[in-house]
């Protein structure tokens, strides 16, 4: 049963450090899971807590109205920010048109009342018509593991517009910027980082999770929640590598300017080009490979 709720700019589970109390008196499962471990430091042996990224499946269902709601994808993903990496998943992949088009998002309700943290149901404005089953089911590497067949990896989407040029300065400050605010990788260096900055720098939204696909797909569900999209002027930052699939994520959000601290693949760099973005890796110490585009890149600056 889907629970009624407003599109709502806090989540269950988005909880401050300080607000955190007993795991039994939390809404939901948090980013972080406390664990013990034993380490071995030459010829000393000690136990002592620590602390992991928390991994958890999440189903996303799709209802339209007089409809039930219908299962679409399982992603294993951080907790935290679940309703916008519902968005987004669903604004990537085509199925959701933009703000206008989303009635309700709510975590499901069982039968006795209690919510359940790991399904999230969107509700749209018009009836759901899937078609054949899309049967997503992703890992925390690689988002379109599950998708039923070759021809549904390429999501339709058009070249984006010229974008902003930004200058060489402006690009070495990034991943210092991307490594401050990495709260979660501070705690368990095991995530993943998304960041999207203006073309002055400035941080506009980051988010973590265990898969990189599910951060990139977090931002993107925050703009199209504030109604945010195209992003025209913005620059993508990932803390890994660019794969295919960010690519064509940030094309779908209109992104022109992509930029990883580590490499692109083959189909990444391909497909940037075929879609007019501007395509950077091993972004540090002032020094990146431009792949693609870099007209929009000031070096000179």
Same mark, same amino acid.
Request: charged residues 25%; hydrophobic residues 40%; proline residues 7%.
């Given at each position: 049963?889907?629970? &009624?709720?407003?599109? $709502? ?11 955190? %109390?007993?795991?039994?008196?939390? $809404?939901?499962?948090? $980013?972080?899971?406390?664990?013990? *471990? ?10 002592? $807590? ?10 996303? &269902? ?14 294993? =993903?951080?907790? !935290? ?16 048109? %933009?703000?206008?088009? @989303? ?6 309700? !069982? ?10 149901? @969107? ?54 910027? @991307? ?20 073309? !002055? ?14 951060? @990139? ?10 109604? !945010? ?27 022109? *300017? ?15 080009? =075929? ?27």
């Amino acid at each position: 049963m889907l629970q &009624r709720s407003n599109v $709502p700019t806090r989540e269950a589970g988005d909880v401050d450090a300080a607000e955190a %109390g007993p795991p039994d008196a939390r $809404p939901a499962r948090r $980013p972080v899971t406390p664990v013990r *471990v034993t380490t071995l430091d030459g010829a000393h042996v000690h136990e002592r $807590p620590d602390r992991v990224v928390t991994e958890e499946p999440m189903e996303i &269902r799709l209802q339209g109205p007089g409809q039930r709601p219908e299962p679409l994808a399982v992603t294993m =993903r951080t907790p !935290g920010h679940d309703f916008e990496l519902a968005v987004g998943f669903c604004t990537t992949e085509g199925i959701l048109s %933009g703000l206008a088009a @989303l009635d309700e998002i709510a975590y499901c309700v !069982g039968d006795e009342g209690e919510q359940h943290y790991n399904v999230v149901t @969107l509700r749209l404005r018009t009836r759901v018509a899937l078609g054949p089953p899309r049967r997503f089911v992703a890992n925390a590497s690689c988002g379109i593991c599950g998708k039923a067949v070759l021809d549904d990896v390429v999501v339709a989407t058009r070249p984006v517009l010229d974008g902003p040029v930004i200058s060489r300065s402006v690009l070495a400050g990034l991943p210092d910027t @991307l490594r401050a605010s990495q709260q979660v990788f501070d705690e368990t260096g095991g995530v993943h980082a998304a960041a999207l900055f203006d073309a !002055g720098g400035n941080l506009q939204v980051l988010r973590e999770d265990v898969g990189r696909h599910n951060a @990139l797909d977090k931002v993107i569900g925050h703009e199209v929640l504030t109604d !945010g999209l195209p992003l025209r002027d913005r620059v993508l930052l990932v803390s890994g590598r660019i794969s295919f699939e960010i690519v064509q994520k940030a094309a779908v959000a209109g992104i022109p *300017v992509l930029c990883a601290v580590s490499a692109p693949s083959s189909l990444a760099v391909s497909a940037a080009r =075929r879609l007019n973005q501007t395509l950077m890796g091993f972004l540090r110490d002032d020094r990146c490979n431009v792949y693609t585009g870099v007209d929009r890149v000031d070096a000179d600056a």
